[in-house]
């Protein structure tokens, strides 16, 4: 009987391929620890309630909750937040109730700018690029409406653009968002300066990257992969990371504040 697990909480698709790139990330690491997969949608029986119950059966009492989104900008982070008591102030969904479960909560951090995610993003660049130099690059996130959740995508989005700049020296780089809607006329824009290379930062490749970002730059010479973070593996690194460091930390918490018997 094992008290802890991972669980990493997906978006959740139809498409059957998106939802095995996503269980292909963790399978290699199922033998070293309890790691299961929840969808917020989608997928009938695989539910963040339905996987811990699942949890709790086995014998589970401490959950390593691991929200794979591009960052925290999504509202759905938040949902998943409200769903697991850890944002009592969080709005839900009429039909999403939290969870009940005597099980306890230890919450990692969406990809943002993690080393291994900033990783991904350079291989698939140096995959694209031929002479930065006479490029310019153009990175694009989904992005939101909503104030709080829009700026914290701009600022994931300028972060990375940032350091992208510095590394692979491209005539010009910036970013857009397809919430705003900022896709089409940031892109003229750039390409107006180099040779344009255009990358989304998504998950897993589906309508977003596959229709979405292509119908926004019709009229525009651009070059494109349509390549997502999954099914990198090092997705699978990130997540066992996130959740060994969220242990960790648990554990150094609980010590420091139980570890001699009275709180220091």
């Keep these: 009987m094992t008290h ?24 290699p690491y199922r033998r070293q620890m309890l790691i299961r997969v929840a969808y917020l949608g989608g997928v009938d029986g ?12 086995a014998g589970v009492e401490t959950i390593a909750a691991v929200p794979l989104f591009v960052t925290a900008g999504s509202t759905h982070v938040s949902e998943i937040r409200g769903m697991l008591g850890l944002e009592p102030d969080a709005v839900l969904p009429k039909e999403v109730r939290p969870v009940s479960t005597r099980a306890r909560f230890l919450w990692c951090p969406p990809l943002e700018d993690h ?5 991904i ?45 510095n590394r692979f020296y491209f005539t010009a ?5 397809l919430r705003p809607d ?25 309508y977003f990257t596959r229709r979405a970002l292509p119908e926004r730059l019709a009229g525009v010479p651009y070059r494109y992969d349509g390549s997502a973070y999954l099914p990198h593996p090092l997705i699978g690194e990130w997540i066992v990371q996130s959740a060994e460091a969220a242990f960790l930390l648990d554990y ?11 709180a220091t």
């Design 173 to 177: 780089a910036g970013y857009a968002t």
């Design 252 to 262: 150094q918490t609980q010590r420091s504040v139980y570890g001699d018997g009275r």
């Design 115 to 119: 080393p291994l995610a900033e990783q």
């Design 46 to 57: 695989r539910g963040i309630a339905d996987e811990v119950e699942r949890l709790e059966r």
């Design 121 to 165: 993003v350079c291989e698939r660049l140096r995959a694209l690029s031929v002479d930065a130099r006479r490029e310019a690059l153009l990175l694009v996130g989904h992005g939101s409406d909503l104030p709080g959740y829009r700026e914290r995508w701009e600022r994931l989005l300028h972060r990375l653009t940032f350091r992208l700049q």
């Design 182 to 206: 900022t896709v089409a006329t940031r892109a003229r824009q750039l390409a107006a300066c180099g040779e344009l290379i255009v990358l989304p930062l998504f998950v897993s490749q589906g």
């Design 4 to 27: 802890a697990s991972v669980l990493v909480i997906a978006h959740g698709s139809p498409d059957p391929d998106w939802m095995e790139r996503v269980e292909e990330a963790v399978r």
